[in-house]
């Protein structure tokens, strides 16, 4: 890449900041800023990780207007913030949810619009509807659930849109029809990308975000944990796609941005790479050595999906790209993190 200018909102997340430092550490070239409100615990432990990596940071809320008239020069926004939890708005106000992934999303589409910069935006898997995805035939095998025939290979972006998706769903969905009529009207140009789980070091997990960090924490805090929903078995799956593996696909589209101009793909790290709760929890006593109790609740809440992996076969006919991180390769990435940065987790 020459010499850009790339604004990453949320900068100071998970996914934000890992690719922040990826693209600073790979293309030096590059000037990288990261923009945050710093609303979420453990954002605040990166900027003196910016300050050392060269990192410009913005100390802002997307949901203000205001906020976001920056002086400069922008050549691409990469738009990763957002309130990530599929809870979020439910038995509370939803308007928060709203105002981050929908007002805070279109104010950072008119600030890329205004400065003529490009887009990646980071959707989610989530705008599918969950009903839908559990109709879907399955069987059940001693330790996880799985699609059966086409829907094997996993879920592609012609999947249908009608029904209920979550209100985080909803909004990023909504998000995304904005994104793509901007691109049609407007002189810029845009890429989504609806992701699944993503994982890696520097994940701060919690029970509705980051499952697999949350996960393995609780073995190495000896924490009880419960199986949610599907009769409580723990059988329900999830690909997992490693955090690296994503900031590596973003680099390419920054690169070849014509390529994927106004389409919207899929990103996770398909069925090959994808867990069931209980194959996480024997690969988690592997790791720390710990058993813990697991309670069952059997019963599901709004949102619960049995089974969600990704269908990668567009994004990488397009940008040649597929994960390489396998599961439990992502496992012991998160482990090995947790193991050497204790003294953040308990203070986070």
């Known amino acids: 890449m020459n010499k850009r200018t790339i604004l990453v909102t949320g900068g100071a997340g998970f996914i934000g900041s890992s690719i922040c430092f990826h693209l600073r550490e790979n293309y030096p070239s590059l000037t990288v800023l990261a923009l945050d409100n710093l609303s979420r615990k453990g954002a605040e432990y990166n900027i003196p990780r910016f300050r050392k990596a060269g990192i410009g940071f913005i100390h802002a809320d997307i949901r203000c207007r205001e906020d976001l008239r920056l002086k400069g020069n922008i050549d691409a926004l990469i738009e990763c913030s957002a309130e990530p939890s599929v809870m979020a708005g439910y038995g509370n106000n939803p308007e928060s949810i709203i105002a981050v992934n929908l007002t805070g999303a279109l104010n950072c589409f008119e600030l890329a619009r205004e400065k003529g910069a490009d887009i990646i935006f980071l959707s989610s898997s989530r705008v599918y509807p969950y009903a839908a995805l559990n ?85 190495m805090n ?26 590596r696909l973003i680099a390419v589209q920054l690169e070849d941005m014509d390529r994927g101009n106004g389409k919207i793909f899929n990103a996770g790290g398909g069925p090959v790479n994808s867990l069931s709760l209980c194959e996480t929890t024997e690969l988690c006593r592997e790791l720390t050595g710990a058993t813990i109790p697991i309670g069952q609740v059997r019963d599901e809440r709004p949102g619960d999906v049995r089974v969600y992996c990704t269908d990668n076969r567009a994004v990488t006919e397009t940008f040649g790209w597929k994960p390489e991180k396998n599961a439990s390769g992502t496992l012991q990435d998160i482990h090995a993190w947790l193991s050497s940065h204790e003294y953040l987790l308990e203070q986070s």
């Open 135 to 219: 109709a879907l035939p399955y069987r059940e095998t001693a330790t996880r659930y799985e699609w059966l025939g086409g829907h094997g290979r996993g879920i592609d972006t012609d999947f249908p849109l009608n029904g209920s998706r979550t209100l985080y769903g909803a909004t990023k969905l909504a998000a995304e029809q904005i994104l793509l009529e901007y691109t049609t009207q407007f002189p810029l140009r845009g890429v989504i990308n609806r992701c699944g789980v993503v994982a890696g070091p520097w994940q701060f997990g919690k029970a509705d975000q980051g499952v697999f960090t949350f996960w393995l924490m609780a073995h």
């Open 222 to 247: 000896k924490s009880p944990l419960s199986y949610i929903g599907f009769g409580g078995s723990g059988k329900q799956v999830r690909d997992v796609l490693h955090v690296l593996d994503l900031c």
